[in-house]
């Protein structure tokens, strides 16, 4: 089992930058693909962004291609989020997960361990 933490949420303007961080511990939690999940009010879960366990795979989805950017420092088994250019429709709980399972990195269901989340409000 993997646990993980989420830090780095906040209330920016649009246009603006924040830097979100997952810390991880457990279960060889660097071998690990690692992927970031929102959900706004209202609204399911979606896939923001993902990362293999070497670091050199990424994945993203297509709202935030070009502005997120997901790396991983297996040192400090660390996940970021680094989230610029950012607009009213990113505000979301920000999810950290460790995939557990066979399946799409883009899935949730792919993920078996969870983060409590993390807030970003983007003001307009």
């Known amino acids: 089992q993997v646990q993980l933490l989420e830090s780095g949420g906040g209330l920016v303007q649009a246009g603006g930058s924040l830097r979100l961080s997952c810390a991880a511990s457990?279960?060889?939690?660097?071998?690990?693909?690692m992927g970031w999940f929102r959900q706004a009010p209202g609204k399911e879960r979606e896939f923001v962004a993902a990362?293999?366990?070497?670091?050199?795979?990424?994945y993203y989805a297509d709202s935030v291609k070009g502005r997120f950017t997901i790396s991983r420092d297996n040192a400090k088994v660390t996940v970021i989020l680094q989230m610029n250019s950012l607009k009213p429709e990113d505000t979301a709980v920000y999810y950290c997960?460790?995939?557990?399972?066979?399946?799409?990195?883009?899935?949730?269901?792919?993920?078996?361990?969870w983060g409590q989340g993390t807030r970003v409000t983007v003001s307009s």
């Open positions: 997960a460790a995939k557990t399972s066979l399946g799409p990195a883009t899935t949730a269901s792919s993920f078996g361990s």
């Open positions: 457990g279960r060889t939690p660097g071998s690990y693909t």
């Open positions: 990362v293999t366990g070497s670091g050199i795979t990424t």
